[in-house]
């Protein structure tokens, strides 16, 4: 009996083992600023806020260097401006054309009045051949005024043709217009929150991301992070994935603050797993864990963890 307490003592320790990862300090109430969209795929940084420092809601966190925006506003509202142009210029002439119509109308109605005047004398008065070109003359002008109408009413399809195409063609290029024009307000990216800035690191190389750097739209370049409902955001390998689950209780140490530990578990593992690789190749898995009794320890964004995670292998 005492040999198979012993094996079961052996085996429950041979399958434990105690995980270290780091992490760092995040305020559960935190912004997080992404590159925008831009045309490249990646947004060159021409200013930020001061790291560390203390913004309000408003202040400006970022701007993006938004020169070949700038250059596609100004080439859309050109193409407005000549659209503009060319389209005033079309209604003119319709409406010069539609002048004309209506004139050449107004006399042919006059023409078949004075032909009809003219057919309705009597033969015997004129005589037969006077009379006849009279009748071929009320006809001729019968024929124009239908012509004159077809055409006076061709020039007015035509003009409202031109006004709906206008129309339509104004809408689709101011929308152009104003939808580069909010991307270009969305390069300016301010404070949402109040807080303390904290700066994002590359991806590739680890370093602190800065002004004038690089950034591939949607990743994030920095945060906002309030003081006050601590959290830590650490980074698992996916081979070490399988080994963790929700609710692992955890033991967290801080470097700011020697011999002070605290506890937590396990809230959130991403889905998916990102490159990170300044840490080597392979997938890491975002991992947030909650703390315990937060409040009576003087915690900063920022500050760097390390966190110990029993496991079973």
């Known amino acids: 009996m005492k040999y198979i307490l012993c094996m079961l003592l052996v085996s429950t320790v041979v399958n434990a083992r105690e995980m270290y990862i780091t992490g760092v300090v995040e305020s559960s109430k935190t912004q997080n600023v992404l590159m925008p969209l831009v045309r490249s795929f990646n947004g060159k940084i021409s200013d930020m806020a001061e790291e560390g420092s203390f913004v309000e809601p408003g202040d400006v966190l970022m701007q993006v260097d938004g020169a070949e925006v700038y250059s596609t506003i100004e080439s859309q509202q050109e193409s407005l401006d000549v659209f503009r142009a060319t389209s005033k210029r079309d209604l003119i002439n319709l409406k010069i054309e539609k002048n004309n119509a209506m004139v050449a109308h107004e006399k042919a109605k006059v023409d078949k009045k004075v032909a009809q005047v003219r057919a309705q004398v009597p033969v015997n008065f004129i005589g037969e051949l006077e009379y006849k070109e009279r009748q071929l003359a009320l006809k001729q002008s019968d024929k124009a005024l239908n012509q004159a109408q077809a055409a006076l009413a061709e020039v007015v399809r035509k003009e409202q043709e031109k006004e709906q195409e206008i129309k339509l063609g104004l809408e689709q290029k101011n929308s152009k ?137």
């Open 177 to 313: 217009l104003d939808y580069w024009k909010e991307r270009l307000e969305s390069f300016s990216v301010k404070a949402q929150q109040s807080g303390y800035v904290i700066y994002g690191t590359q991806n590739w190389t680890g370093r602190k991301i800065q002004t004038g750097d690089q950034v591939q739209s949607g990743s994030e370049v920095l945060k906002v992070s309030q003081n006050g409902n601590m959290k830590i955001i650490a980074w698992i390998n996916a081979i070490d994935i399988p080994a963790i689950q929700l609710d692992n209780a955890v033991t967290v140490a801080f470097d700011a603050l020697p011999g002070v530990k605290t506890t937590g578990s396990i809230e959130e593992i991403s889905a998916g797993g990102e490159d990170k690789q300044d840490w080597g190749s392979g997938l890491y898995y975002k991992v947030v864990i909650a703390l315990n009794d937060t409040d009576e320890l003087p915690l900063l964004a920022g500050m760097s963890a390390l966190i110990s995670i029993q496991t079973e292998v």
